[in-house]
């Protein structure tokens, strides 16, 4: 994975066939604008260099660092006739709290279990903690702590005798930390596993995780299936552990609020590939949503003139009676006043949720 | 670490469950013990075994299998271990071994506890309890590696288990399959299982290791393909789909199954027909073929009536077994066929029968009575002594005079085995050797004289009170009573009853018929016995045939010169000519076949002769065949052959 300095977006990887899909990474640097080309064969660098702008510097192409934690190259895996990742890249850097956002079936999950060690990926490369995975699955694994997305612990286990058969697989296992945590998280140290509430489980789960002193906290969809409350309650337990612990958490989930509660940066996974990864704001503040009265919509019409600064057209539909389209700009969406429309649009609102949608909507639509 | 963790989570989630299966298990084999001591004919303890690894092994392995490794994958837990810093492999190795460990551990304690039991009586040795154990912990990993592999695959195993069944049940009762002569029914065969002692069945042993290995070996091919998601797809909760696919399986299974149990069962077999004489107490009956051959019927028929309910008598017996004798007017005299499954069934020929024929047929007709009676054990017990000398005693003086012409060639015979007999054997542990060595009618023989001695020594009814001992006593009122008898050997079961110590008892058995022998009506019948050996050889020529030889050369044994009068006989190195005639027989045997007679079928009857080749038999027998060859002597002196060599060869 190569990162480039360009001084601005251009939409010329996004159209070459190589980078189909592509939703570059955008990090502030030096008055710079860092592109991350994620899915680019680094061969073929060069040559997408060339096509591009004067403006672009290429000599400031550098590696990304390789000693992230977690690294993803072009991660392919079927089972049988069905695709679940087609060329899934990602890296999350030492600290970090990444969202990994994805609708159901996207290949979340899939994902994880081929970072833990559990499912071997049919292409690409896994590097945890710089090392390739398949080196020691085992000592990669002893390093993370997992919150599955479904607490398949023995039911006929109190969390005391859970601890006496989790610490055996780690050798960094805190029985201090693990008791502080149940206090903390006023759980009965003598009930059988089997009475506990989902939520009880996953705050469980989360312990025996922290309590192994992990460089990795990987959550996959940890609060499924909990109430609002549980779910805000240990979703805070999540940031405060992770932030008193400075440890890098790998966290998925379909739930965009969640996602901002505890994400510091983001990737979003569409089809079993990378639709975005950086941080959350940039990518939601270079969207808008205009709409029309949908009898007074002309095909190919733009709300506003915009032509110079469009990146795309990431979605459009009619939804009550109104011809709407959501933009995405190569910077940050610029501010239009109404007189600066033309007549008859109007300027809507987008939630995160919105701006989710547009991404996995579009990719969709690319794939088509 | 992981290890012991792993092993920590089994022990804490299954040892109570192992412990009640122990108890349980124990408890059940304790009954069953207990319940054959107390039975009117006791089997072996090791046949408990036997049925316990039939019956309820199997149930107690599908228990293991279904705690060890149907629950972690129908409840998902598996999951949780799989994210964990381990081997994928690991925790099911840890599993299957668990398993094996605890079915062994289970089986090889019945097995103590059968040899336990069985002690001496059983002529239980290090070797002996060495191979039950071996057999035993095969089978236990057969059937550990049918339910691991099926554990895992879901709810299809309840199908597979089923299909399993089928088959095994198909094997058993489908006419025509002899499951007995394959792995691994092979090794759970009825007779085999518990009383074969010298041959290890090494070839179905690795066979049915192979079938572990296989079934073993597709388990955990099944618990990693598709990282495992196989076993996991599987082990999701049935569909109704699976519900009638199931229950069509089961209907299926059951109607292939009473069609063939229907097929397979026999009603007990009665004589039809007009020429069939019957009485009812004890039940006897006799098929005669034709009306001119109904005297001699009637005359076995009152025969066998009067000793049956003389020795029912005697003996206390509640009921005696049905007997039918069916005439065979094609048959040698002393050919006598008999099986014990369904009451007594006799064939023979008795038209030409003289008493002595008949005392022969008749102590077949009661020792086929008395085998019945035990469950068809006795034979091979260390008591068999017992049951052929007992029933030959009966016959000729337990219940009528004793006939002395009788006695004369009873002691003949009796004198002639033991003139030959290896030092140290004895009639308790070497009976079956001797039967084999000399055939039937001198063991019998030899058995009856030492009964006769018996008599002599300490009165008839001691004779009785050792049969009812050894053949039809009860024993044991409970549990403990069982274990306390079943400690008590042969040999001591034999002293409290006759009050005499076994080597006592042998040196003076041997004594007294030796004096009998001395008789001049003795030595007369024993002047007609030749002092040789035979001598069989078993040679393949360079274009393949294969040729059997038999010679006979004068007997070299240093007890040869003990005999009185035969030494005699031997005139010279070759050209004497006995007056009697010399047999070779011979008959294909299976591997583990131990018979001790073999039919005159295959018969090359030549005049005796020293020399190397006095048979000399191209034979029809294949290289790997083997072959029970034995060499006789025949003459009119004698009512039946006197068997001088026996030999099992492997052709070559």
């Not at chain 1, 309650?233 to 966290?251: I, M, N, S, W, Y």
């Not at chain 1, 600066?340 to 690319?366: K, Y």
């Not at chain 2, 409290?496 to 018929?513: A, K, P, S, Y």
């Not at chain 2, 070299?556 to 027989?585: H, I, R, Y």
Request: hydrophobic letters at 45%; glycine letters at 8%.
């Amino acid at each position: 994975m190569l990162v480039c300095c360009l001084p601005r977006m251009d939409r010329y990887c996004c159209h070459q066939p190589e980078c189909r899909g592509l939703i570059v990474q955008e990090l502030p640097k030096q008055g710079q604008r860092h592109v991350t080309i994620g899915t680019c064969p680094e061969q073929e660098v060069d040559s997408l260099m060339s096509v591009m702008p004067a403006n672009v510097r290429p000599e400031a192409t550098e590696r990304v660092d390789s000693r992230a934690v977690i690294e993803l190259q072009n991660i392919r895996k079927s089972f049988g006739s069905l695709s679940v990742l087609d060329g899934l890249s990602l890296s999350v850097q030492p600290g970090e709290v990444f969202g990994f956002l994805g609708r159901n079936g996207a290949g979340k999950s899939t994902a994880i279990r081929i970072l833990m060690g559990i499912t071997r990926a049919d292409d690409g490369t896994v590097r945890l903690f710089g090392e390739p995975l398949a080196d020691d699955v085992i000592a990669a694994r002893q390093r993370i702590g997992y919150v599955a997305q479904e607490q398949n612990m023995y039911p006929w286990m109190t969390p005391r005798v859970l601890s006496r058969f989790v610490r055996g697989f780690y050798p960094r296992w805190d029985e201090r930390r693990y008791r502080q945590l149940m206090d903390d998280f006023a759980l009965p140290p003598k009930r059988r596993v089997g009475t506990f509430s989902g939520g009880m489980k996953a705050k469980l789960a989360l312990s025996l995780a922290l309590a192994t002193r992990p460089d990795l906290l990987i959550l996959d969809e940890p609060t499924a299936g909990m109430d609002p409350v549980a779910r805000r309650e240990f979703l805070d337990l999540v940031r405060e552990q992770t932030t008193r612990d400075g440890a890098t958490t790998f966290f998925s989930t379909h739930l965009i609020d969640e996602i901002e509660a505890v994400a510091t940066r983001i990737g979003i996974v569409e089809a079993g590939r990378t639709m975005y990864e950086g941080t959350l704001h940039p990518l939601r503040d270079s969207m808008a949503t205009w709409s029309i009265d949908a009898r007074n919509w002309v095909e190919g019409s733009l709300p506003g003139e915009f032509a110079q600064s469009r990146l795309r057209i990431l979605q459009e539909g009619e939804r009550q009676g109104r011809h709407w389209m959501t933009l995405q700009f190569s910077g940050t969406a610029p501010v239009v006043q109404v007189e600066q429309l033309l007549p008859g649009w109007r300027h809507d609102i987008m939630t995160l949720e919105d701006v989710f949608i547009a991404v996995v909507s579009n990719a969709n639509r690319v794939e088509q | 670490m992981a290890i012991a963790s792993l092993l920590g989570k089994e022990a804490r989630e299954h040892l109570g469950a192992a412990l009640v299966l122990s108890v349980g298990t124990f408890a059940i084999v304790l009954l069953a013990l207990a319940q054959n001591r107390a039975a009117a004919y006791s089997m072996s303890p090791f046949e408990v075994v036997r049925f316990s690894l039939i019956t309820f092994l199997p149930l107690i392995t599908l228990i293991v299998g279904n705690r060890l490794i149907v629950r972690e994958y129908l409840s998902g837990t598996r999951l949780f271990v799989e994210a964990l810093p381990v081997g994928g492999v690991l925790p099911l190795v840890l599993k299957y071994l668990l398993g094996f460990a605890f079915l062994s551990l289970l089986s090889a304690a019945m097995i103590m506890i059968a040899a336990y039991m069985a002690g001496i009586i059983e002529d239980v040795d290090g070797p002996y309890i060495f191979l039950m154990l071996g057999k035993t912990l095969v089978m236990v990993s057969l059937y550990w590696s049918i339910v691991f592999c099926f554990s895992l695959c879901g709810h299809l195993r309840i199908g597979l288990y089923l299909v399993t069944i089928g088959f095994v049940m198909l094997m058993i009762y489908y006419p025509g399959i002899d499951q007995s002569r394959f792995s691994p029914f092979a090794l759970m065969d009825d007779q085999l299982f518990v009383f074969e002692r010298d041959i290890v069945p090494w070839k179905d042993i690795a066979w049915t290791l192979v079938l572990s290995f296989a079934f073993t070996l597709s388990g955990f091919v099944l618990a990693r393909v598709g990282e495992g998601s196989v076993a996991d797809r599987l082990a999701r909760p049935m569909t109704r789909r699976d519900y009638v696919a199931l229950s069509i399986l089961v209907i299926g299974g059951l109607l292939v199954f009473s069609t063939l149990v229907e097929k397979s069962l026999q009603e007990s077999f009665e004589f039809s027909g007009d020429f069939v004489l019957r009485v009812t107490d004890p039940a006897v009956s006799v098929s005669y073929l034709e009306p001119e051959y109904r005297e001699a019927g009637e005359t076995q028929l009152t025969l066998m009536q009067d000793s049956l309910t003389a020795m029912q008598a005697r003996l206390g017996l509640v009921q005696m077994p049905s007997v039918r004798l069916a005439l065979d007017a094609d048959r040698e005299k002393h050919d006598i066929d008999y099986s014990t499954l369904d009451g007594v069934f006799i064939t023979a020929n008795w038209l030409e029968h003289d008493a002595y024929d008949d005392a022969i047929m008749e102590a077949v007709v009661l020792h086929g009575a008395l085998t019945y009676f035990s469950g068809n054990r006795a034979p091979f017990e260390p008591y068999h002594w017992v049951l052929d000398g007992f029933t030959r005693w009966w016959v000729e003086q337990g219940y009528r005079e004793l006939r002395t012409t009788h006695a004369d060639e009873l002691l003949a015979r009796a004198q002639f085995a033991l003139d030959r007999m290896p030092a140290g054997y004895d009639l308790v542990h070497q009976w079956q050797l001797m039967a084999d060595e000399f055939a039937y009618p001198t063991a019998e023989a030899l058995a009856w004289s030492a009964m006769s001695y018996l008599e002599e020594e300490k009165g008839t009814e001691v004779v009785v009170q050792l049969a009812r001992e050894f053949l039809t006593k009860s024993v044991g009122e409970n549990a403990l009573a069982a274990i306390r008898d079943r400690r008590r050997s042969s040999v001591e079961r034999f002293r409290n009853i006759t009050g005499l110590e076994w080597q006592e008892f042998d040196q003076g058995w041997r004594t007294w018929v030796m004096q009998q022998a001395g008789q001049p009506s003795v030595l007369a019948i024993s002047a007609q016995i030749p002092a040789f050996d035979g001598v069989v050889e078993s040679v393949t020529d360079s274009s393949g045939v294969h040729h059997l030889y038999g010679g006979y050369q004068p007997l070299q044994s240093a007890t040869a010169e003990k005999t009185v009068n035969n030494t005699s006989d031997v005139a010279g190195e070759s050209g004497f000519v006995f007056a009697g005639s010399c047999l070779l027989k011979h008959e294909l045997i299976g591997p583990f076949d131990t018979e001790f007679e073999v039919r005159d079928d295959n018969m090359d009857e030549q005049s005796c002769a020293y020399g190397d080749k006095i048979h000399s038999i191209s034979s029809r027998y294949a290289p790997g065949d083997r072959v029970y060859v034995a060499l006789e002597y025949e003459t009119e002196h004698l009512h039946q052959p006197l068997r001088l060599a026996v030999k099992r060869l492997a052709v070559q």
